[in-house]
T-cell receptor
């Protein structure tokens, strides 16, 4: 079946460090891929997305590239800030059979000043 | 401002009681969803609706019920049949239920605690 696996947290970094959060997926066909972010006590909001192979999504300094050959969509940021502390969810949305969005377990990021 | 409004933000319930969580959107989206979030787990789909007067069970529908009488509203009832209802509940919407690239827009969530 379809699934999303992302690295376990928490991830703790110092300000201005490089961030990578790994995400791999299993899916039939060609799903769309997403990263959502959840700040404490809030709902999720879309961070970036990619809808086809080799697409790069980017927003607020974050980037992720849709790699079909490795079924991956790793999130990266060159220099994190304290305000980036949140939980990050990788997700896929199938393009057939109901169009449900499937989420990974989430990775909590702590950024220290 | 357009968005999704969930209420109440916090809710306490005694065992054996039903409780209804409200979700209203003014984004003119066709599709709406309810997710449950537990610590250390991803979001799990409870119910979704792609159009008014129609809805489908998600992966964990047992013990829950929904209605979709208006495009703007998708209330969730947590019944006494739900064995472990304490969780954070998130309502979401998308432009439609058929667009593969459709992003989800979320409310701020409702935290239900069973005493």
């Amino acid at each position: 079946g379809n699934s999303v696996t992302q690295m376990e947290g928490p991830v703790t970094l110092s300000e201005e460090a490089f961030l990578t959060i790994n995400c791999t997926y299993t899916a039939t066909g060609y799903p769309s891929l997403f990263w959502y972010v959840q700040y404490p006590g809030e709902g999720l909001q879309l961070l970036l997305k990619a809808t086809k192979a080799d697409d790069k999504g980017s927003n607020k300094g974050f980037e992720a590239t849709y790699r079909k050959e490795t079924t991956s969509f790793h999130l990266e940021k060159g220099s994190v800030q304290v305000s980036d502390s949140a939980v990050y969810f990788c997700a896929l949305r199938r393009n057939t059979g109901g169009f449900k969005t499937i989420f990974g377990a989430g990775t909590r990021l702590f950024v220290k000043a | 401002d357009g968005g999704i409004t969930q209420s109440p933000k916090y809710l306490f319930r005694k065992e054996g009681q039903n409780v209804t969580l409200s979700c209203e959107q003014n984004l003119n989206h066709d599709a709406m969803y309810w997710y449950r979030q537990d610590p250390g787990q991803g979001l799990r789909l409870i119910y979704y609706s792609q159009i008014v007067n129609d809805f489908q069970k998600g992966d964990i529908a047992e013990g829950y019920s929904v209605s979709r009488e208006k495009k703007e509203s998708f209330p969730l009832t947590v019944t006494s049949a739900q064995k472990n209802p304490t969780a954070f509940y998130l309502c979401a919407s998308s432009i439609d239920g058929t667009s593969g690239s459709g992003e989800l827009f979320f409310g701020e969530g409702s935290r239900l605690t069973v005493l």
